[in-house]
Each structure stands twice: as C-alpha cells, then as structure tokens.
C-alpha cells in the first residue's frame, strides 16, 4: 500500500531523508521511530504529497490520509465543519459513520474546535482524516502532549480501525514502547537514514534500540 524506494528529499543543501526505503502492505499497522529531526515527518509529508522528492520513487496503493503533527485542525470552525472540510474531497457528507467510531466526536460537534483539549483535537483530527475515506492512513505522532489515558484511548481507535476495516496504518512515532504495542513492524530513522528494521520483538531485543528508544530496558 505504501512502497518507498531510495528516496531523497531535500530543504536546499541540507538532506533530510537519503535513499530511504520502506514498505507497508495493505492493512498492515506499521511504526516508524526515530529522535527529533531524523526525518519523520518529511516522510510523513511526502507521503501526503506535500513535498516534492530530489530523487527515488513514492507509491501509495490507494486513497491516503496524514493526521499532522500538531494537531491541525481549523480552530474557528466547529467540529463538524472541521470534519466536513475532511470530507470535501471523499464527496462524504454524512459524518455519522465517523460518529459511531468516534462517539466524543458527536457529543463535540457544535463546539469550536480552537476551544477543545490537546486530545480532543486529536481526536477532531483523526475524525477529520477518517471522513476523506483513506485506505491507509499516517499518523505523525500520535502521543505528542498527550496524557498517557488519552493516548491509550486513540491508539485503541486506530488498532480498531485497523483490525475491523482493514485500514493499512503507519504510525509515526518517537514513544517506541506505544508503537512497539500497536505494530507488528518498525523502521527507525535516524540523521536521514533507516538504521534499523523488523519485527517490534526483534528490536526491542537489539540493545542499539532498546538503549536509545526503550530507556535501556
Ligand atoms: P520531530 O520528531 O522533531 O518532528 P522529525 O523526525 O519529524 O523530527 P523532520 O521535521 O522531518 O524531523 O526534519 C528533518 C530535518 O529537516 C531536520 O534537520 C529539520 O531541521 C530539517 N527541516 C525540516 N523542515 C524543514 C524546512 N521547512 N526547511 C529546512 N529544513 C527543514
């Protein structure tokens, strides 16, 4: 669904990714790790189209949705304006589908997203990706100034959407033991470069990944 190859993309002189590789079949739940500034997110928005590759080749297998980092959702509009701009480009009108999957979504609807709470954003944003009908969805770090119950409770979501749907997911994260619960697979990123790939039971064993991403455990 998503197949990476040698990709290189680059902000002027400085390279952010160099000859990356990576590859996420369909409905498959894959993370990505990797320390500040590896990467990720030009990853993430070269996916999305938001970025134009230097060289290598991007195929994405069918409709994909980014859930930002940051959440980003239109702070002036309510949640259900915010979720119909999601779905302006699917032809989805009719959030309910959304709002069975969602419930806080629908008990938020009328309220101004800029109001809400870090999470609740998240969720508006997650909402808001789901209404654009994605087959595989990326989700530039899920955690990010999240309260652990919150995160626990959006990584539940996406594990349900994952597992009922089929919806093939990269989870873009620096919080390895969340994505090593969710993911069966993980590459790491780091200065522009995969370094590490494979099973989360492999690399949670590797102690160059145990040591920088699980606190050495
Ligand atoms: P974080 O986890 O902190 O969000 P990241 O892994 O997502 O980090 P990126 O945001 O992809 O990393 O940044 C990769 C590198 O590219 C960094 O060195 C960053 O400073 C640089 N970079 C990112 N965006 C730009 C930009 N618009 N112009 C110039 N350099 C940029």
């Known amino acids: 669904m998503i197949d990476v190859s ?3 993309v680059s902000y002027g002189a400085a390279t952010a990714l160099d000859h990356v590789a990576l590859s ?7 993370a990505l790790l990797g320390p500040n500034g590896a990467g ?3 990853l993430a928005n070269t996916l999305a189209g938001l970025l134009t590759p230097a060289s290598g080749t991007v195929r994405i297998g069918g409709r994909l949705a980014l859930i930002p980092e940051g959440r980003q959702v239109f702070p002036d509009l309510s ?19 959304v709002y069975r999957l969602l419930p806080q979504l629908a ?4 309220r101004r997203a800029g109001v809400l709470s870090g999470g609740e954003q998240q969720m508006v944003a997650f ?10 969805l990326v989700v530039d770090e899920l955690s990010l100034g999240l309260a652990p119950l919150l995160t626990a409770k959006l990584a539940g979501h996406l594990v349900e959407l994952n597992r009922t749907l089929g919806l093939t997911v990269l989870l873009i994260e620096q919080n390895a033991r969340l994505a090593f619960d969710l993911c069966e697979r993980a590459y ?3 200065s522009a470069r995969v370094v590490a790939e494979g099973a989360c039971a492999e690399l949670a064993d590797d102690p160059r990944v145990a040591g920088a991403y699980l606190g050495g455990a």
């Open 6 to 8: 040698d990709l290189v």
């Open 24 to 30: 996420v079949a369909r409905g498959e739940m894959v």
């Open 40 to 42: 990720k997110s030009t």
């Open 79 to 97: 949640v259900a304006d915010n979720l119909a701009l999601g779905g302006w480009r699917s032809g989805l009108r009719d959030p309910s589908s």
């Open 107 to 110: 008990e938020l609807s009328h």
């Open 127 to 136: 909402g808001q990706a789901l209404m654009s009908r994605p087959d595989v």
């Open 188 to 190: 790491v990123l780091e």
